[in-house]
């Protein structure tokens, strides 16, 4: 059986100080209104699991799921501008 050596970090790109890149908190700023979105579609839908749905609580569950599909639609559109070499 081979036995797997470690080696020392030498190098100052290969630390992790336990916080998010640049890059990363971007991303994250990115998906935000998805995220809202879907927490508001979340928050709807707990609303109907102890009582009967009335057509105000269909309509608001139905006004958030299209805001979720709004949300990745655009979402979607903002990374397909971001890469290139793509057929259109």
């Known amino acids: 059986m081979k036995s797997i050596i470690t080696l020392p970090a030498t190098s100052g790109a290969l630390t992790f100080d336990g916080e998010p890149s640049d890059a990363e908190l971007d991303a994250v700023e990115l998906e ?21 749905a009335t057509a ?25 501008l971001t890469q290139t070499g793509g057929a259109a």
């Open 32 to 52: 935000m209104p998805l995220v809202l979105a879907e927490i508001d579609l979340l928050d709807a839908e707990i609303w109907m699991l102890d009582r009967p």
């Open 56 to 80: 105000l609580d269909e309509r608001r569950v139905r006004r958030a799921r299209n805001r979720v599909l709004d949300e990745r639609r655009d979402l979607t559109n903002r990374a397909g």
